[in-house]
């Protein structure tokens, strides 16, 4: 049970099966990132899947806007332990964008403006389990929560759901992006409490 | 591999409460004793772990208020309203009493001494707790570079680090910013960070300084993206938020 800190009792417990280990509720949504919120317009916001032979397809805003979108509701889990629950996205199925590569890649490293990397295996973004999200609670998703899109996984701790996402690259060989190179953990599932390496 | 070295697994350790000061009437440092405690960086946090006689646990990260000292680490707690946590931890919390921490964590808001190039910290409200471990930190390395702090306050009643502060270091300078109400004798009126604050109290953006700007969200917002409207680096501004998003 580890170590009992004498006194202390704690909020009265609410048992919800849908919060994972060591999370609790945030009824608010709120902000983590590293530095500045990058301003991405959405006249010159491109999006490319670069595959692990080098090909590479983009798509432009107008073409984003044109593929048909899903309006996922989900549980999201921050590594920062607070969770949401029944939050509203709007976006396009990643399977959407890259059912048709053929490639054989196991991993993906998630590319943002501004420099932000994550990396995470390729069987996490398919299957309708990730979107490239523009929408949440029915508006247009604002600078600070990741728009004009963001990666959507929301299985994983939310830190792989890259705010400002410009582009997925689909390797062979897993390496770490970047809170993953300071420690965190390369898989990231709220479940089993992957917060950070070795967990 | 390179990076087990690094890091490795992240233990949790069994830590007792050594000493605390009260920095306001809401707010109480935590002095630690932490065997076996590995060192940190200014600027990186820990995870403290409470459990109780049930079984309950529950855990939050907390920045790291001072550079390493052996086994000793402290904490800055800010009492929040209904938090479980830091209720505990900055009200009953006792001397000698345990509780679990595991970390450091994070290296990349962090502030290395060998680093020459100026700082600039700006802090919203108890967002000063890590960058006073990096002017602790500049003081223990006994480097002089030259750093900058402007911190952002409602009233001078919520001052963290008061004695401290007040005490005038060569090559520290500290501009204060009073959002609701001035210290008595202090001309002027109460006002927000703004361009003109960080365009005179911070450094040219040409002198390629490092900032670490931490406090709630749309403070951290807000300066982050006036410091790029100056001309700073988006990559040399570091930020830490924390508390409620403001819409």
Redesign the interface.
């Known amino acids: ?11 009265a ?1 609410s048992g919800n099966p849908r919060l994972p280990p ?1 999370q ?1 509720l945030a009824e ?11 301003r991405v317009r959405t006249e010159t916001w491109e999006f490319t899947v670069t595959t692990e032979t080098g090909d590479k397809h983009t798509w432009n805003w107008a073409e984003l806007m044109a593929l048909p979108s899903e309006k996922p509701t989900v549980d999201i889990h921050c590594v ?2 607070w969770s949401k629950l029944d939050t509203r996205w709007r976006g396009v199925s990643i399977d959407t964008l890259v059912g048709g590569l053929g490639t054989e890649a196991d991993y993906v490293m998630v590319h943002a403006y ?2 932000y990397t994550t990396n995470l295996p390729l069987a996490d973004l398919l299957d309708g389990q990730a979107w490239i999200a523009y929408e949440y609670g029915g508006k247009p998703l ?1 600078p ?2 990741g728009g004009p899109a963001r990666l959507l996984v929301p299985h994983l701790y939310f830190w792989k759901s890259a705010k400002w996402v410009r582009g997925l690259e689909l390797k062979s060989r897993d390496e ?1 992006g ?1 809170w993953e ?3 965190y953990h390369d898989y990231g599932d709220p479940w089993r409490e992957q ?5 | 591999m390179a ?2 070295a ?5 233990a ?1 350790r ?1 830590a007792r409460l050594a000493g605390f000061r009260d920095e306001t009437p809401t707010a109480r440092t935590l002095v630690f004793d932490l065997p076996g405690w590995p060192g940190h960086l200014a600027g990186q946090h820990v ?1 403290v ?5 049930d ?7 907390y920045s790291l208020a001072a550079p390493a000292d052996g086994d000793r680490v402290e904490l800055t707690v800010q009492r929040v309203a ?1 938090g ?1 946590v830091s209720e ?1 931890l900055a009200g ?3 001397i000698g ?4 921490i595991r970390g450091p ?5 962090a502030w290395r001494p060998a680093d020459p190039a100026p700082v600039l910290l700006v802090a919203g409200g108890s967002g000063i707790v890590p960058l006073m471990a990096m002017i602790r930190a500049r003081r223990a390395a006994g480097v002089r570079t030259p750093f900058k702090l402007i911190y952002s306050l409602r009233t001078p009643a919520e001052l963290y680090y008061a004695d401290e502060l007040r005490t005038p270091v060569a090559g520290v300078d500290v501009t204060y910013v009073y959002t609701r109400e001035l210290p008595d004798g202090r001309s002027g009126i109460p006002r927000r960070i703004d361009v003109a604050t960080l365009n005179t109290a911070g450094w040219p953006a040409e002198f390629g300084a490092s900032c670490f700007v931490c406090g709630p ?1 749309g403070f951290v ?1 807000t300066v ?2 006036i ?2 409207a100056l001309g700073h680096d ?2 040399r ?3 830490e ?5 403001r ?1």
């Open positions: 049970m580890g170590v009992v800190t004498p006194g202390f009792h704690g909020r417990r060591g609790y608010d949504f709120p902000v983590l990132s590293a530095g500045p919120t990058p920062t332990q501004g420099g604002t600070e929560h770490p970047f190179n300071a420690g917060r950070y390496q070795g967990d | 990076r087990t690094v890091s490795g697994r992240l949790w069994v995870d772990r409470l459990t109780a006689a079984g309950y646990r529950a855990q939050r990260s209904d479980e505990h009953r919390y006792a009493d345990p509780v679990e964590i994070g290296g990349w808001f969200t917002e982050a993206d410091l790029v988006p990559h501004i570091r930020t938020r924390f508390g409620p998003s819409d």
